[in-house]
Structure formats: C-alpha cells, structure tokens
C-alpha cells in the first residue's frame, strides 16, 4: 500500500518544517520507523534525527504511544487500521545536504524530513507539498524532480515516488527563484538559482546546455531522465554540491555567476561550471553506476567501499575535462586546471601514508572529519583520484595506439551496470571495475592499478603527459597563494615555514603544520597565533614578505601565543618545497597533435 507524506512550512520564522505520514497497512507488532543516519553523495554520519523536536502518533483519532528504540527510530505499538504520525522538524541548514526554511525560502532533502516505514521500504509514496500561509508567500514556487501526482509543475500539490530511495533522491525548494529553461538532447532541464544575484540568465543557459549535451551523448542517448533540474543557492561565501537521480543541489558564491557585460569565463565562473559538470556526471557514475556496497542504500550506518576513487575521482577527472572539450576553456586553461589538482596532492604528505583504497575505506572518519593534521596523514580520493584517472586514461590511449580510453571504460559501465540498474539493481564489486578495465583496454593493466591504487607510489604523471605533448614544471611556490601554473622564469626557492594559515582576530593563525617542515621541528603546533618574528609584527599580509627579508635556510626568533600562553621559538627556516606544478602545451604541439585533439578535444 501506499505510503503518504505531507510536509508544511508550519513556522518560517522558527524554521519548522511539520510533517505527517499515514501508513495504511502498519505491522501488526507495531510498526518501526526511522530517520537516515546520511544522505547518499555525502558519506558522513550526520544524525538528521537531532532535528526532529517533537514527534507524536495516533490512530482513527486516538493516541498511539511511540517510544524511541535506537537514536535514528522509533517503535509505535500495534494498532488496528491506518497509523499516523506526526513531527516537527528544525531546518536551519544552509548546505545542500539538510532542511532550510526561513522566510525567503524552504529547501529539503528527503533524508532530512521524512521518516522511513520500516519493512516498507519498496512500497509507492505520495508526499503532499503544502504552501506557506500568509499574503506575502503567495508567489512562491516550487522546483523538483518529483513525478507530479495532481500537482502542476513549479506549484504545491501532490508528488509521487516508486519507493521510498526514490523519494529522498529530489530535493525540494520553494520559495520566489529565478528559473530558466533549455533542452539538451531533448530532454527538458531547468535551472533554478534562489538568493540575491544578477547572473545572466541566458549565459548560464547556454553554456550548461553545451556541458550537459555533451555528456549525454558519451554514455550515448537518450540520457537516463526525463527531466532534469540544477538547484542552486547563490551566497556570498559558500560552495557545495550534491548529486541527485535528476537533479541537482549547489551552493555557490554570487559573485562566480556570469554578469551581462561579462563576455570571459572568470576563475569563479568556471569553478561553478566546473561543479555543475560534476554533479551532473554523476547521474551516472553513482546514481546508476554504483558501488555494490551501495546497492542498496543501507541508510541506518555506514555503507563500506574501495571504489569511491573511481565514483568521485573520476567524475572529478571528468568535470573539468568537460569545459574543454566542449570549447567553454581553452586547452592550456584546463591545463592550468590540472597543475592545481596535482599540486594539491603534491601539497599533502599524506599522499605517502594513505593509499587510495584507504582513502576510499575511511572516507566516514577521516575524508569527511578532516582535522588540523590531515595534509599530513591522507590524501583525496576526490583529487589524487581524478589523477589516477587522468594516467588510465593516457596509459589507455597510449597502449592501444588511441584506439581505445577511459571513454570506452565508462560505457561499458553505463551498459553493462547503469543503464538498467533501476531494474536489474546490480552493483559493481569491488573488483569488477578493474576487470571490466582490462577487458574493454585489452591490456593488463594490473600492476597500474596495484601501484595507483594500493600503494603510495607516485603517479607516471610526468611521464605520460609529455607523451600527449604537455611540458611539465614542478616548482617551489612563489607566495602563499600560488595555486600553481607555469611560471616562464623559476626563481630560487624561498623560506617556508612548513605551514599553512588563517586569519583569525587579526591573528596569523596556524591551521596546518606540515610533517618535516620549519615550524614542526622548532616545536610550534596547529592553532598557534603567531605574534612577531624576529620581534616585528606578524600579519596576513606581511607574512610572506618578512619570510622572504631573512638569509636563506636563516634563523628566526617566533613569538606566538598558544591558547592564552605567550611562547618563544627558535626556527630554522627551510627552502620552499618544489611541490608546485606548471603543465603547458610542447613548443609546436597543436590541434594536428592526433594524441592531443583526441585527448583533450574529442
């Protein structure tokens, strides 16, 4: 029997979200319900439950005793006929994993607001979208992917899912949004951007539909919805997204959205076509491609793989590629794209104590918890992952002479996982991705994968680049800000203290020490506030400078407080680490490059 939800904006102002659900047919031992513990795409144990402020039960009329069981559920004894339930749920979350509601707009993730029907999982679900009360919400709209049940598209009404994994896999906003809409290989998308902002409009439209085209047609049409939505929250300081069956929730800062009179893709403006590539690559290579560990869902605890370098790392290897090969970058800025990743993972001493299996295994207690000593003890699956994804590829290419890629692998996938999961259900194994690599490569790329994978080695980035006729430069930094990016003239390292900062109070603060670097060995520790160096003021702004005044390798005298003690440190400056990276095109590599053009320009 159907499973029915309604959910209300009950109080804008004290950010309630009320809701109710009628289980029709409910156990006849009492029926058990629960909250998800996490939300798929974001692999943290995140307790939604710590929301729900008060929940009640009743049956035709009369009260029904609900008793808490676990943390996450509860137990309603058995009663004869229709249960249902009622709770308040505080959404106060601005990211785009929870529930936010205020009187300028509500958002939701089903993981956040309804309650499962245990045992009745499979079972169909309605969920009534109700309006906010008030002359002043009469405007408000409403943007999902739910299937309409007597709802008009963008109102309140009634919605439909096949199940309840199908339910909280579209989010919900409402509020007054700015919406536009274009078709990608037929199929209707929406982009809908809540949040003061003047982005254009028709920019935004234009460049998305080329992104999204262009990857629907490497899995190969018709692309795997029927309608597809990018949600997005304009901020001033914010990022994050999340991947959804047919849409998706982001976060971005206002200023990175296009303007009218602006007619080059900024640094912010191409981050953000960055993550909506992503996101959008992932209704793929996680919604439908998935882990076996995740088909299904166990939303009760964490759910365990090794595969998640492929699932994030290669759809991070894939956004940005995207950009290029669609023409919305030009080949040496995707290039300047990939020296940031590597230098981020050359960055991080971890990378020699964690391998990327690990990094995948651990994801709930260390990706998704990172600490003040992270840089030193793992390393990405999102970044080193995406390069690990990037040697597959060349390596593919180079073997088979271009004859086959990481393209062919990912096809391969989607037909023989992704296409008909939402039937067949079937999850790929923890080594059925590397099988299926070597069958459609035909190569034996099995000791590739034991050194990219399972140990610490370094990646042949080097190597295989300058096969597909890209210079490599690897470099100390210039400033702390270098991101890196090739530099025509490298000057001498100069002094590190093996740090990284923020600015806290006006206070150089010590959010990183790095293993082996100045500050470690002179005793000084994550959280310090550096006050004065050789007994001149510290700040954000001078810090590089007063580095870059002292001898080489020199010494210096560091006061710094530690929580309220003021302490002195001796330090023996060292020279900046080349662990910077700049990639360019060969002098005379161009688009003739068959390498090249069918690499980055397919």
């Known amino acids: 029997m159907t499973i029915s939800y309604k959910i209300s904006p009950a109080s804008l102002h004290a950010h309630i979200f009320h809701v109710s659900v009628l289980i029709k047919n409910p156990s006849a031992d009492g029926q058990a319900v629960y909250l998800p513990a996490w939300i798929p795409g974001s692999y943290l144990i995140r307790e939604f439950v710590r929301n729900i402020v008060e929940i009640r039960a009743?049956?035709?009329?009369?009260?029904?005793?609900?008793?808490?069981?676990?943390?996450?559920?509860?137990?309603?004894?058995?009663?004869?006929?229709?249960?249902?339930?009622?709770?308040?749920?505080?959404?106060?979350?601005?990211?785009?994993?929870?529930?936010?509601?205020?009187?300028?707009?509500?958002?939701?993730?089903?993981?956040?607001?309804?309650?499962?029907?245990?045992?009745?999982?499979?079972?169909?679900?309605?969920?009534?979208?109700?309006?906010?009360?008030?002359?002043?919400?009469?405007?408000?709209?409403?943007?999902?992917?739910?299937?309409?049940?007597?709802?008009?598209?963008?109102?309140?009404?009634?919605?439909?899912?096949?199940?309840?994994?199908?339910?909280?896999?579209?989010?919900?906003?409402?509020?007054?949004?700015?919406?536009?809409?274009f078709k990608a290989c037929g199929i209707p998308h929406d982009i809908v951007i809540a949040g003061r902002h003047q982005a254009d409009l028709k920019r935004l439209k234009k460049d998305l539909k080329q992104i999204c085209e262009y990857q629907i047609r490497l899995f190969g049409e018709p692309a795997p919805f029927d309608r597809y939505v990018f949600m997005t929250m304009a901020v001033g300081d914010g990022y994050g997204g999340l991947e959804h069956r047919s849409s998706t929730a982001l976060m971005c800062n206002r200023d990175d959205l296009p303007l009218a009179h602006e007619t080059q893709i900024k640094a912010g403006y191409r981050q953000f076509l960055g993550l909506c590539s992503h996101e959008y690559f992932h209704s793929w290579n996680v919604k439908r491609i998935k882990p076996a560990a995740y088909a299904p869902y166990d939303l009760k605890q964490e759910n365990y793989t090794r595969l998640l370098w492929a699932f994030e790392g290669i759809t991070s290897y894939y956004d940005d590629l995207t950009l290029v090969r669609t023409g919305l970058i030009s080949p040496q800025d995707y290039l300047d794209l990939l020296a940031q990743t590597i230098t981020g993972v050359q960055r991080g001493n971890g990378r020699t104590k964690q391998s990327l299996e690990d990094s995948s295994f651990d994801t709930w207690v260390k990706f998704y918890r990172q600490d003040e000593n992270s840089p030193n003890s793992l390393v990405s699956y999102y970044t080193k992952g995406a390069l690990v994804a990037l040697c597959l590829d060349l390596l593919i290419r180079k073997q088979t002479q271009g004859q086959k890629s990481l393209d062919d692998v990912m096809r391969a996938l989607w037909l023989r996982y992704g296409k008909d999961f939402a039937t067949q259900g079937e999850g790929v194994t923890e080594t059925a991705w590397e099988e299926l690599a070597f069958e459609v490569s035909g190569l034996d790329l099995k000791s590739f994968f034991d050194s990219a994978l399972r140990s610490t080695d370094e990646l042949p980035l080097q190597a295989l680049l300058a096969e597909f006729g890209v210079d490599w430069q690897m470099r100390a930094p210039v400033s702390s800000a270098d991101k890196g990016g090739w530099l025509d003239k490298v000057l001498s390292p100069s002094n590190s203290l093996g740090v990284r900062t923020s600015n806290e109070g006006g206070f150089v603060?010590?959010?990183?020490?790095?293993?082996?670097?100045?500050?470690?060995?002179?005793?000084l520790s994550a959280g310090d506030l550096l006050i004065a160096m050789n007994r001149l003021r510290v700040t954000s702004g001078n810090l590089d400078a007063l580095l870059a005044s002292q001898p080489t390798n020199g010494e210096v005298e560091i006061v710094a407080f530690r929580r309220d003690e003021l302490m002195h440190f001796n330090v023996h400056l060292q020279s900046a680490e080349a662990n910077t990276c700049g990639l360019r095109l060969t002098s005379g590599s161009d688009e003739g490059n068959i390498t090249y053009a069918d690499w980055l320009l397919n």
């Open 509 to 523: 603060k010590l959010s990183h020490v790095l293993d082996g670097g100045a500050a470690q060995k002179a005793g």
């Open 58 to 181: 009743e049956s035709a009329g009369k009260a029904v005793a609900i008793t808490k069981s676990d943390k996450h559920s509860w137990q309603a004894e058995a009663v004869k006929g229709p249960l249902e339930i009622h709770y308040s749920v505080y959404a106060w979350d601005l990211s785009v994993r929870g529930a936010y509601l205020d009187q300028t707009r509500g958002f939701f993730n089903g993981t956040s607001v309804f309650l499962a029907v245990q045992g009745q999982e499979n079972a169909p679900c309605n969920v009534e979208i109700v309006a906010p009360e008030g002359k002043e919400y009469k405007n408000w709209k409403v943007a999902t992917t739910l299937a309409a049940r007597n709802a008009k598209q963008g109102q309140f009404g009634s919605y439909q899912a096949a199940n309840y994994d199908e339910l909280i896999d579209h989010p919900v906003e409402m509020g007054e949004f700015s919406q536009i809409s």
